[in-house]
């Protein structure tokens, strides 16, 4: 499967935004599907992630409360909706494809990976 990740922007502390992952393909149901960040200076980090089903879902413990994933298979396209986002959140966000039921937070388990979208948080 091919990924596409889009919704990115600049916004103020406070604000939101929702991140998209388009799927090429007929597989996406098949796939879970984890959004990680990079931050220059620092290493990829798993920020959430959700099994192909949509049943199972996770989270890195900073964004708890604050980012929902979910995903319509329909459509082929998982979301990362972020909440009251504060400048540590500026990042460049991927999202990635795991065949497989389960989701995981370790990026060498992902065989897909979208271009990144960049988020910035300004203070």
């Known amino acids: 499967v091919q990924l596409q990740a889009s919704g990115g922007g600049l916004v103020q502390a406070g604000g939101s935004l929702r991140l998209s992952c388009a799927a090429s393909g007929r597989t996406f149901s098949q796939y879970a599907v984890g959004w990680f960040r990079h931050t220059p200076g620092k290493e990829r980090e798993f920020v959430a992630g959700?099994?192909?089903?949509?049943?199972?879902?996770g989270y890195v413990d900073s964004v708890k409360g604050r980012f929902t994933i979910t995903r319509v298979n329909s459509e082929n396209t998982a979301y990362l909706q972020i909440n009251s986002l504060n400048p540590e959140d500026t990042a460049v966000y991927y999202c990635?494809?795991?065949?497989?039921?389960?989701?995981?937070?370790?990026?060498?388990?992902?065989?897909?990976w979208g271009q990144g979208t960049l988020v910035t948080v300004s203070s």
């Open positions: 959700i099994g192909r089903r949509g049943d199972i879902t």
């Open positions: 990635a494809g795991k065949r497989s039921m389960w989701y995981s937070t370790k990026e060498i388990e992902y065989q897909s």
